[in-house]
């Protein structure tokens, strides 16, 4: 439905032997966050003028997506992205796959909303996502990055284009300062959200212009009434008012921020390259669907753990930036079990002296692949005499991550009664 110049446009789709293809334009330009550092770094300067200029191309589509009762409910900084690398490239938006239009009884009011009991949990781990959303009871009615999501959709009440326009003032904050303006993870960062807080009194707001910070605590309103609309922000002064010299000053403090901001994205993208791999979760057997494949629970346990870290990440960054919290929050964060017991687990392994390990055999995985087949013809097996338990438990002893990803697998010999040597 959707056709505009800041927009990435859906050019063609192709349905072959089941599977629908969906044809894109070509974007060559990295995500906004990512484009403001490498062209800083190359000599441009990035002011509060660059800033504006890329916020309104961004704002400019989410216009035309409201004119359209259209919300795309997971604004944030993968999804504007920038068309090529030449400094004028246009940025446009991405990252429709949770959007949705207001039915028709909701979009009279000019605001349009939609009920939480027509969402649906977004889980996405293909994105640089910032966080995981799990489908789990805890979070459903919440759709998009946790960092962005606005208070009507972390108290699960009624939402619609109002959302977008904080998620836009989320993304506004981080380009203007490098920095989220609340941090933390699961019931912190939520109740950070709901109070609406903004921390303007540090030295990174000093080169901040009063029409910026006017506009991001407009955007950022938690009470959806008074919170600005789409076409007001588009008329903001700061908007209109870019090209004087005072918006023209190079932000120095922001892009460092900016780094570390980035960095600690790519850092959430390893872990999920890392746990992406099939060394977690696919067997060595190319079989699918046999007893081994069930064996365990391994998807659950893995998103778990995932969760835990990713999570530890945000909440490290409340303790990196103390200087903009307030001392509940800091001990909140202090004072949390989880937090304390992970941190001092990466203590551990950090300050660890590694010992020389043996290399995997050349054949692990050939190796594996018998010790698979030797195990299922034992589980079918009629004769009588076989122990299942001790089957069972070598079963699931092979089957672990840990096992899988190092590859090295030991030379079992396994006799027809189920003993092993």
Request: aromatic share 6%; hydrophobic share 35%.
């Amino acid at each position: 439905m959707l056709k505009h110049p800041h927009i990435v446009e859906l050019l063609e789709t192709y349905s072959s032997e089941g599977m629908l293809y969906m044809v894109f334009e070509y974007m060559d330009g990295s995500d906004l966050c990512f484009e403001v550092v490498r062209r800083a770094t190359a000599g441009f300067v990035y002011s509060e003028a660059v800033a504006s200029h890329y916020m309104r191309q961004i704002l400019e589509a989410l216009r035309y997506c409201h004119e359209n009762d259209i919300i795309h409910r997971d604004l944030k900084p993968q999804c504007a992205l920038l068309a090529g690398k030449e400094n004028s490239a246009p940025v446009k938006l991405r990252g429709f796959g949770v959007a949705v239009q207001l039915p028709a009884s909701s979009q009279a009011n000019g605001v349009g909303l939609t009920s939480p009991s027509c969402n649906f949990p977004f889980e996405d781990l293909t994105d640089a996502e910032d966080s995981l959303v799990s489908d789990t009871e805890d979070n459903i009615g919440r759709v998009g990055c946790p960092h962005f999501m606005a208070p009507e959709v972390i108290q699960r009440r009624q939402y619609g284009k109002p959302g977008d326009v904080w998620s836009a003032g989320v993304l506004l904050h981080v380009l203007l300062t490098g920095t989220l303006p609340f941090v933390g993870s699961r019931e912190r960062l939520r109740e950070a959200i709901c109070r609406g807080r903004v921390q303007m009194e540090t030295p990174l707001w000093d080169s901040i212009s009063e029409p910026a910070k006017d506009l991001i605590q407009r955007m950022l309103t938690t009470d959806v009434n008074h919170r600005i609309t789409i076409q007001e922000v588009l008329n903001h002064k700061w908007l209109r008012d870019r090209d004087k010299g005072a918006a023209r000053i190079h932000l120095g403090d922001t892009i460092e921020e900016l780094k570390k901001f980035n960095a600690r994205r790519k850092l959430k993208d390893a872990v999920k390259a890392a746990v992406s791999s099939t060394k977690w979760h696919a067997p060595y057997s190319e079989t699918n669907g046999d007893s081994l494949s069930d064996v365990g629970d391994d998807e659950v346990t893995t998103t778990g753990a995932v969760a835990e870290i990713l999570d530890s990440l945000d909440d490290i960054e409340v303790l990196q930036e103390s200087g903009r919290l307030t001392r509940g929050e800091i001990l909140n964060a202090v004072e949390d079990y989880r937090l304390r017991a992970i941190l001092e687990l990466y203590d551990r392994i950090s300050s660890r002296v590694p010992t020389p390990c043996r290399a995997p055999q050349t054949d692990a995985v050939q190796r594996a692949r018998e010790v698979e087949e030797i195990l299922r013809e034992a589980e079918h097996s009629t004769v009588r005499n076989i122990d299942r338990a001790d089957l069972r438990e070598l079963q699931e002893l092979l089957m672990q991550p840990h096992m899988r990803e190092k590859n090295q697998w030991l030379p079992l010999r396994i006799s027809i009664d189920g003993s092993r040597r």
